[in-house]
């Protein structure tokens, strides 16, 4: 059996539900919103594993979390995403670069639909282009497994990495 795979930075709860009150800012936007309970940073997207494979995954990024020290992660923007993309196809919340990772973290909010967001003029279209200033510490990795349901995607936690405290 294959699982849909990812390596990701769980939320907490109160930047869960601070992130879904900007769901609500722009009703009028065409858009699949994002679960609160789904709300994540994805690290890596791995794809489909064996379990054999799976192990794998989850002994190299236990030995590669127990040797980072936990760090910060500060979400700096609200935007439309990926910048080069046109027409847009997500609202994203963008972060700072995360120094310890190497990456330019980013979560997405919502994933535009793109046909009903070309029949809105484009000035009319909303503008989000948001300042804010959440951050929160990060303790561990998770790898996570992706079902994909008519409902929408539920993700499941196989493996918690704990960080170096």
Partial sequence: MQRRVFIAINLPERIKNKLAEYQLK?????????????LHITLEFLGYLTDEELMEVCQKTDKM???????????NKVCYGPADKKPVKMVWVMGEKIKELG??????LG?????????IESEERPEINEDIDLSFEVNSIEIMESNLKRGGPEYTILQSCLLKN
């Fill in 111 to 119: 994933r535009i639909k793109t046909w009903q967001f070309r029949q």
């Fill in 103 to 108: 990456i330019n973290p980013h979560i997405t």
């Fill in 65 to 75: 979390a127990s040797e980072k020290e936990a760090f910060s992660v500060r979400l």
């Fill in 26 to 38: 722009w009703p009028e936007l065409p858009c699949r919103w994002t679960k609160k309970e789904n």
